[in-house]
């Protein structure tokens, strides 16, 4: 019965070569290292991949949490428009007193609803 182990080695280039040793032939000790080898190079692969995963993971989380506080921020910033426009405050004018209080009011409750959603 011949049995054979895929080694990895890895290179220069970016991709690892790959080959494969028959076992047939070998002494206890030197198939015991070849398996350990091959054991180890699977091992680094997979954490390779897992720390890939991860990063593309905390990207989309990030991303996703950017897109909704621009969302709330952009509501935030239309209903200060309408107030502003049913005051009659003109645009280079500064904010009264109660547009003031609305958007605390307003950026409170947007924290409350981002924190509701995890992303505050």
Avoid: H
């Amino acid at each position: 019965m011949e049995t054979t182990m895929t080694v990895t080695t890895p290179t220069t280039t970016t991709t690892p070569t790959t080959t494969t040793t028959t076992t047939k032939n070998m002494s206890a000790a030197l198939r015991g290292a070849a398996l350990k080898r091959e054991k180890k190079a699977a091992a680094a692969a997979a954490r390779a991949a897992g720390k890939v995963a991860a990063a593309a993971r905390r990207a989309e989380d990030c991303s996703a949490r950017d897109r909704a506080i621009a969302e709330e921020a952009a509501l935030i910033d239309r209903q200060i428009e309408c107030a502003r426009r049913a005051l009659g405050v003109r645009k280079n004018e500064p904010n009264t007193a109660a547009i003031c209080l609305m958007i605390e009011t307003l950026t409170f409750q947007m924290r409350v609803r981002l924190s509701e959603k995890g992303y505050w």
